[in-house]
């Protein structure tokens, strides 16, 4: 299994950005979502690439199958390590971008997105129109299983849904998880924490961390301890 931290980059420039990798000495694995992608570009990607550092290109396609394996086929060019669907874009959206990244790089991971954890039951079953019968963690689980069946090889979820998805899907399916916070960091907006050990615990392959790392008073000692206490070194 390659455990690992990823930083979530969510700064609002480049600038930004990159003056917060050049602190450190390692090559790291780090996220970059919509805001800070939408603003720089492919540029961005370029530039961490060019800093040898891993990338988690976070941006969710959903679309018809046909523009969703063009998009792939472009954000692959950029290469990126991981790149993530919405799973509600259906079968037949993921399978032909699955088979898209994986004839650029067989080694690419593509996770999923089963619910986002903004969504709650009463949403998903008054807005989005998914039965009542139906709540939003059979939803995750569903979800995930047509995304494996699709060929993804993994999904984003809460550490806390780890044990569940992987005795359902297998221990090979990744997990990849945001909302760590150790127990000194305030939770901001996220509901349910995890700190690093029981992400551990809990059979995460990858935990995403942002704010404790980013808005630490020394960031490079935060992602130490923090990947220490995750990899159980
Ligand atoms: O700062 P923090 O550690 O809360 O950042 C977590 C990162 O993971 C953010 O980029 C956030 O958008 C992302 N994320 C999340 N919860 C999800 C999916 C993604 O926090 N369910």
Known sequence: MNRDVI???DFESKAKA????????????????MELFYKEGPSIIEEIKKRGHKIFLDLKLHDIPNTVAKATISIMSL???MINYHIAGGREMLKGAVDEAKKINKDVVTLGITMLTSTSDEMMHDEILIDNKYSVKDTVIKYAMIGKESGLIGVVCSALEVPKIKEILGDEFICVTPGIRLKTNSSDDQKRVVT???????????IVVGRPITKAENPVSAYKEIRKMFLGE
């Open 18 to 33: 990159l003056d917060f990798l050049d602190m450190f000495e390692d090559k790291l694995y780090v996220k970059v979502g």
């Open 7 to 9: 930083i979530a980059l």
């Open 196 to 206: 690093p050990e029981d992400a551990r615990e809990l059979g995460s392959d990858y």
């Open 79 to 81: 290469n990126t390590d």
